[in-house]
């Protein structure tokens, strides 16, 4: 088992910025792809972002690149989304995951999940 705890999510003006983080328990954090997805009200979960075990491969959805970063520290047993240029079309539920078996942008692909932070733009 893995457990993921998010965090750093809140209430911020269009154009700021805000840095999630993701802290993993419970197995080997560097066997584990990581992944960002997020759910907007009345919306399907969506994929955000992903980063691969020694942070040699990253992906984005068109929407959000150039304005967010993945990251990981493997010592720390963090993933971190740095999340800048925020519009308010980016407010949603955001939820880190995690996946030793697939190099995936769908969130069937991954099987250990946090329990999302809320992240809150404003006009």
């Known amino acids: 088992q893995v457990q993921l705890v998010e965090s750093g999510g809140g209430l911020v003006q269009a154009g700021g910025s805000l840095r999630l983080s993701c802290a993993a328990s419970?197995?080997?954090?560097?066997?584990?792809?990581m992944g960002w997805f997020r759910q907007a009200p009345g919306k399907e979960r969506e994929f955000v972002a992903r980063?691969?075990?020694?942070?040699?491969?990253?992906d984005y959805t068109n929407s959000v690149k150039g304005r967010f970063t993945i990251s990981r520290d493997n010592a720390k047993n963090t993933v971190y989304l740095q999340m800048d240029s925020l519009k308010p079309e980016d407010t949603a539920v955001y939820y880190c995951?995690?996946?030793?078996?697939?190099?995936?942008?769908?969130?069937?692909?991954?099987?250990?999940w946090g329990q999302g932070t809320q992240v809150t733009v404003s006009s």
């Open positions: 995951a995690a996946t030793n078996t697939a190099w995936t942008p769908r969130e069937q692909g991954y099987e250990y």
């Open positions: 419970g197995r080997t954090f560097s066997n584990y792809n």
């Open positions: 980063i691969s075990r020694y942070s040699l491969n990253t």
